[in-house]
């Protein structure tokens, strides 16, 4: 061989594309973020505002950490054109939010407020004027406290307020939102807020109880649907946000993946399972017993009403195999090292992004899906010479879309996806310690900086393919 001769590859290696590792997202495909109002918005008491359940839930010694409150949470709402004009400069169009209930009915049953609807059509002009849709979601967890005095989620009479806040925002809104979501994640406002206590209004009550709330939960959907049906306008849209238990099966092995998804069915039957039989599961009334939930006459005509889209929040799963028991599966616990964001509760597991969608499409013929909110936590995330280098969210980012596209790919209808979230905000129980943003707010001074992931993110709505 001559000296100026190189060697030929062993695996000669194929072109990559000049942008980008794969085929690009369908044309259609929105790419949005996603906030909420509780969380963003502070003002907690101005502008008519009335109490919420968070706001009381706050102030209770231990509740939140650091004893942290929304009072001012990143004062959205005198800020809402700065964040808009930032979001926009991102290439951002579409922007999931929410809108407060107690801005809206300050008691929750009594006379609505002008002023917040007022505010709203501010926001709205403003997002009109930079070009951003909006996707409005009717309750993301903030209760008018007058409610939660009578019982909360526990009683009836929320659901009917409900019926009523939610006929009164899409009348007032229906010229500027065409996108509605009935309600936000069921199980952190019903089992975490009524069972286990780590969410407001804090209390820790017995199992049927719980599963009260959570048919007064869908039958508040249903509510919810009509509302839009009746109201919306031409075309209207409207869906549920649902944080179902997501299982990844070991292998993707005939056996593994049936007993991931006879797990998924078991897990998630009070829910997305009796929306879409028109009553509660057979197996699931068998495993609460005595403790199953009072139906009344008509819930579930309001209930299984048909909807336009199923939003998912997805930010971790759990890997299920085929066992030799009566249920068919085995849900494996993690070992103490498996890779997490800050969050306890959030493990890094990509692939539930394949299966969450593609399970509800098979299971219940879902044939609209959007990824609501998916993202990460970390508690260090500092600011130095003006930037933020959050690395660990681009790679949660990338690896998670990377299975999104591989669901698309394989004929899963999921029509969009929602990162969570814009901007660093007060995260519930866990405050301001906790970051999800791709946005850094400087919580002293609330000046915004976008962080790498802002910029990655960015770069892949503008390409419409995973870079």
């Not at 009717?138 to 307020?161: K, N, Q, Y």
């Not at 909807?307 to 998912?312: I, R, S, W």
């Amino acid at each position: 061989m001559s000296s100026t001769t190189a060697p030929s590859p062993l695996f000669p290696l194929t072109p990559l594309p000049a942008f980008g590792y794969a085929s690009p997202f369908p044309a259609s495909f929105v790419f949005g973020v996603s906030a909420s109002a509780p969380q963003i918005e502070g003002a907690a008491f101005e502008g008519g505002k009335g109490e919420s359940n968070w706001d009381r839930f706050s102030r209770q010694p231990g509740a939140v950490h650091g004893g942290d409150t929304l009072d001012v949470a990143v004062d959205h709402y005198h800020r809402f054109d700065e964040d808009f004009a930032l979001m926009a400069s991102l290439g951002l169009k579409d922007y999931r939010m929410s809108i407060a209930w107690p801005r809206i009915i300050p008691d929750g049953t009594g006379a609505v407020n002008e002023e917040g609807i007022a505010f709203y059509r501010r926001l709205f002009a403003s997002m009109r004027k930079h070009g951003i849709t909006p996707w409005v979601t009717l309750f993301h967890w903030d209760l008018p406290m007058a409610l939660e005095e009578r019982g909360g989620w526990t009683s009836r009479e929320t659901v009917d307020a409900f019926a009523r806040y939610a006929e009164v925002v899409v009348k007032a809104f229906a010229d500027e939102v065409k996108h509605w979501i009935t309600l936000n994640e069921i199980r952190c406002f019903t089992m975490l807020a009524y069972g286990f206590g780590t969410k407001a209004p804090g209390r820790r009550e017995p199992e049927a109880v719980v599963n009260q709330t959570y048919h007064h939960a869908i039958v508040a959907h249903g509510h919810a649907v009509r509302a839009v049906r009746q109201h919306g306008g031409p075309g209207a849209q409207v869906g549920l946000t649902d944080n179902c238990d997501v299982s990844v099966p070991v292998s993707e092995s005939p056996e593994d993946i049936a007993a991931a998804t006879a797990w998924f069915r078991d897990r998630n039957a009070h829910i997305l399972g009796a929306i879409h039989a028109g009553h509660y599961p057979e197996s699931y009334l068998k495993r609460v017993g005595d403790a199953a939930p009072k139906v009344l006459p008509g819930d579930f005509d309001l209930i299984s009403q048909p909807t336009d889209f199923l939003g998912l929040n997805i930010y971790t799963g759990h890997y299920v195999r085929a066992a030799d028991n009566d249920q068919g599966y085995e849900q494996l616990a993690l070992p103490k090292n498996y890779p997490r964001a800050d969050p306890p509760w959030l493990h890094l597991v990509p692939q539930s992004m394949y299966w969450a969608p593609r399970m509800v499409t098979e299971l219940y013929g879902h044939r609209s899906i959007y990824i609501t909110e998916n993202g990460c936590g970390y508690d260090d995330e500092p600011v130095t010479d003006g930037e933020c280098h959050d690395l660990h969210r681009r790679d949660f980012v990338r690896g998670h879309l990377r299975e999104l596209h591989r669901a698309i790919g394989d004929g899963v209808p999921v029509n969009g996806y929602f990162l969570w979230s814009f901007i660093d905000n007060f995260e519930w129980e866990d405050g301001y310690q906790r970051r999800f943003g791709i946005v850094h707010c400087d919580y002293g001074t609330l000046v915004r900086t976008p962080k790498l992931s802002a910029r990655y993110y960015a770069r892949i709505v503008q390409e419409r393919r995973i870079l």
